[in-house]
C-alpha cells in the first residue's frame, strides 16, 4: 500500500515577509460564511454577513450591547485581512488565523486580545476533527475565526437566543470566557470518548480478542492522543496568564470564571496524561500476549519434538541395513517394537502432565 504524501504545510510561507496571510490548511474550496450575534439584556438580533465590510458597523463604544462576530473560512484571506483592516487588528495576528499550524498562544494590545487555541470534537464521518480557532476580544465584541463550518458553540448560541444565564446581562469578556469554556468542555468529552475507545480494547486484549490488527489500533490511539495532547496542553498556561493578566478588558468580576476554567484545563490534561500512559501499557501488553503465544506454541513443539526424539532413535537403530541383527528376524519383533514406542510416549506423556508442562 502506497504512504499518504505527507503535506509540507509551512513550505508556502518560506521567504515571504512577516504579517503575510497564508492559508496553510487543506480546505481551499470552503465557502466564506459570516455570522452576528448583536444582543443587550433586552434584545437579540441573530443574521448573516453577505461580506465582511458590514461587520464594521458592529464596532460601537455603546456599554449596552455586546456583538459576537463568527467568520468561517480562513482560506479567504483576503477577507480575514479586510476585517483586520476594520478592527486594526495587528498583521501578525492576521498571519497566525490563517496559521492552522499555529500553537495555542495568546496575545495582549492596549485594545485587544487574541488567543488561538485548537476546537477538538468527534465527527462521525471523520473521526476525530482538530481545528484551529482563534479569538479576538475587543471593547464590546468578540471575534472568532473557525477555519470551516461546525463547531461546539450550538449550545451557546442558545443560551444567547433566549436569554439563558448570565451571558447577555455581562460584557464581551464574559462572551470570551463562554467562547473559551465550551470548547474546554468539549475537551472533556473527546478525551472521554478516548478513554472508551482505549478500555475497549484493553479489554478485547484481556479476554484474546483478536479482530482486526490490534498493533494499527493501539498506533492509531497513540497518534489520537499525542494531537489531543498537542492540542490541550498549552491551554493551561495561556487561561492563567488570562487569570493573572490586569488588562482593561477583562473585569474582575469575570476574572472568578477564568480559574474555574483553568481548573478544568489542569482537569483534561491529568485525565490526558493517564490515558498516554494506559496506551502505552496497551502496546505492551499487547506485545507481550504475542510472546506468550508464540511461548505456548515453542512449548507445544518442544514437546512434540521430546517425544519423538526416542521414537527416532529407535526407528534409526532399525533402519540401519547390518546383515548381523537377530531381532530383525523374530517373529514378533515389529508389535513389540511398537507395544515399546507406544509404551515410551505414554510414559512421556504422563510425565509431562504431571508437571504441568500439558
Known sequence: MPKKPRTKRNKQKTGLSPGTIVYTGQKQTQQ???????????????????KIEDSYVYKSDSKDEVTWININGLNHTNAIENIGALFNIHPLILEDIANISQ????????????????????????????????????????????????????????????????????????????????????????????????????????????????????QDLKREILRIRRAIYPVRD?????????????????????????????????????????????????????SNKMNEVMKVLTIISTIFIPLTFIAGIYGMNFDNMPELHHPYSYPVLLLIMVIMVGIMIYYFKRKKWL
Open 32 to 50: 466564506l460564511f459570516i455570522e452576528v450575534f448583536n444582543y443587550s439584556p433586552t434584545h437579540v438580533h441573530e443574521k448573516e454577513l453577505p
Open 103 to 218: 500553537r495555542p498562544k495568546i496575545d495582549e494590545f492596549d485594545d485587544y486580545l487574541s488567543l488561538s487555541m485548537k476546537m477538538l470534537y468527534y465527527d462521525t464521518d471523520q473521526g476525530l476533527i482538530s481545528e484551529q480557532i482563534t479569538l479576538v476580544l475587543g471593547h464590546n465584541y468578540v471575534l472568532t475565526f473557525q477555519e470551516s463550518e461546525g463547531d461546539v458553540f450550538d449550545e451557546l448560541r442558545e443560551r444567547i437566543r433566549h436569554g439563558k444565564g448570565r451571558l447577555r446581562t455581562l460584557g464581551s469578556d464574559y462572551l470570551f470566557y463562554a467562547l473559551i469554556d465550551n470548547i474546554v468542555d468539549h475537551y472533556f468529552v473527546v478525551v472521554e470518548r478516548l478513554g472508551d475507545k482505549i478500555e475497549d480494547l484493553e479489554d478485547d486484549l484481556f479476554n484474546g480478542i483478536t479482530q482486526g490488527n490490534l498493533s494499527n489500533q493501539i
Open 238 to 290: 495561556i487561561i492563567n496568564r488570562i487569570e493573572k493578566s490586569e488588562h482593561k478588558l477583562i473585569d474582575n468580576k469575570t476574572l472568578p470564571f477564568f480559574q474555574d476554567v483553568y481548573d478544568h484545563t489542569i482537569q483534561v490534561n491529568e485525565n490526558t496524561e493517564v490515558y498516554r500512559e494506559m496506551v502505552w501499557g496497551l502496546m505492551d501488553m499487547y506485545m507481550t500476549g504475542i
